[in-house]
T-cell receptor, first 113, second 111 residues
Framework: EAQVTQNPRYLITVTGKKLTVTCSQNMNHEYMSWYRQDPGLGLRQIYY???????DKGDVPEGYKVSRKEKRNFPLILESPSPNQTSLYFCASSNRDSTDTQYFGPGTRLTVL | QKEVEQNSGPLSVPEGAIASLNCTYSDRGSQSFFWYRQYSGKSPELIMS????GDKEDGRFTAQLNKASQYVSLLIRDSQPSDSATYLCAVSSGGSYIPTFGRGTSLIVHP
């Protein structure tokens, strides 16, 4: 089954404790991205990757890091989480770029205390 | 700053009626337009994509695009309670890697 998976689905952590949210897709897509979704603000892109070892900032990259060492995986790293990073996070992938249909993962609900 | 505007709603329609969802965008260079449906607490899923002016129909759903007016809409015929969700409009330019999403319109279909 074609899918995008994310782990963990729920995470409660404390300020400053480094964490990683994993994302994996099995569709051989070149393009992957991370979004956060906050009430009243909609979906905002954090980072995207056009292919292995090629990443760039989206609209709200501050406080986040990413890497793309393999085509299927695109982890999101929060080196020192803060309460304003409490949000619902989605990973997405598409065949080439954002003009293609994006397939979203199930989401990770993060709470930073 | 590229913007995509949607009425937040909620839009309430009776079962069996036509629901009309609207979206306007600011970037005249936009080439790809998407409607995603998102149930509460779930991830967005594609309903329709449209790339050229006019109408595109898929079952009960019709997307309409008017690039001159910078306007895209989604019509849902014979609305069902299961259509109750938030509908996100997304717009992207050719060769772009950063799509712009609207904040979504909440649709409620009541029996």
């Amino acid at each position: 089954e074609a899918q995008v998976t994310q782990n963990p689905r729920y995470l409660i952590t404390v300020t400053g404790k480094k964490l990683t949210v994993t994302c994996s897709q099995n569709m051989n897509h070149e393009y992957m991205s991370w979004y956060r979704q906050d009430p009243g603000l909609g979906l905002r892109q954090i980072y995207y990757s056009m292919n292995v070892e090629v990443t760039d900032k989206g609209d709200v990259p501050e406080g986040y890091k990413v890497s793309r060492k393999e085509k299927r995986n695109f982890p999101l790293i929060l080196e020192s989480p803060s309460p304003n990073q409490t949000s619902l996070y989605f990973c997405a992938s598409s065949n080439r770029d954002s003009t293609d249909t994006q397939y979203f993962g199930p989401g990770t609900r993060l709470t930073v205390l | 700053q590229k913007e995509v505007e949607q009425n937040s709603g909620p839009l309430s329609v009776p079962e069996g009626a036509i629901a009309s969802l609207n979206c306007t965008y600011s970037d005249r260079g936009s080439q790809s337009f998407f409607w995603y449906r998102q149930y509460s607490g779930k991830s967005p899923e594609l309903i329709m994509s449209i790339y050229s002016n006019g109408d595109k129909e898929d079952g009960r759903f019709t997307a309409q695009l008017n690039k001159a007016s910078q306007y895209v809409s989604l019509l849902i015929r014979d609305s069902q309670p299961s259509d109750s969700a938030t509908y996100l409009c997304a717009v992207s330019s050719g060769g772009s890697y950063i799509p712009t999403f609207g904040r979504g319109t909440s649709l409620i279909v009541h029996p």
